[in-house]
């Protein structure tokens, strides 16, 4: 049976997760791959019960620690419940975010700290990581502006983490930039202020530098 990968895709709002993540896949099943596409905070049925608690109601509705017990909870379920047996049968998975989220947007964004967010994920999910992670990195005017155009259109949506100020998309930019430049051989950051097209190109050369995926049907 060929090797399935665990790809995740990370960056900051606005900076055009879906789209990619869509191209990506497409891109895998040319090459005759099986490939589950999935998202966090969620992504199983118990994890996206705590996706509910965690994006409605009021920015400060919970603490920074609190908010990583809960993505931690809810992580754990993901990769137990769907992650791994994907993974286990051969398939591709993609994640709209990962742990990553959580280092950045907690742990740096909300001013927790490395160690803080590294010591729950180390007894959450031990070594278990991403083969790839793609940070798609975007100046943060260019990513809010490009955020506020989708709340506007959609604007029910949850997004209570989208209310977040400047500062706190500055220190998350960072953040995610500091997560790549501390996991050089995991995480690939790719600008991602082009077309959709010239992105997915992008993103296509780095998937298949890293993994392996085969010659195609
Ligand atoms: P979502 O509606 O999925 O937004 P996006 O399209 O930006 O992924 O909401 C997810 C929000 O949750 C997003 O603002 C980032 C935040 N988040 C964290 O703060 N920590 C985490 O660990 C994860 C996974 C998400």
Known sequence: MEKGYFITLEGGDGTGKTSQ??????????????VVTTREPGG?????????????????RWLPMTEVLMLYAARLDHVERLIKPELAKGNWVISDR???SSMAYQGYGHDLGEDAVMRVQKSALG???????IVLDLPVDLGLARAGVRIEENSCSEDRFERMGVNFHEKLREGYLAIAK??????KVIDASGSVDEVAALIWAVV???LDVGTGI
Request: with cysteine; aromatic share 4%.
């Open 21 to 34: 993540i869509n191209a990506l896949k497409a891109q895998l099943e040319k090459t005759g791959k099986t």
């Open 98 to 100: 990962f742990a990553d």
């Open 44 to 60: 199983s049925t118990g994890a996206e019960e705590i996706r509910n608690l965690l994006l409605q109601g009021e920015p400060n």
């Open 127 to 133: 070594d278990f990581e991403p083969d790839l992670t």
């Open 182 to 187: 501390n996991n050089p051989d995991r995480c």
């Open 208 to 210: 298949q530098k890293k």
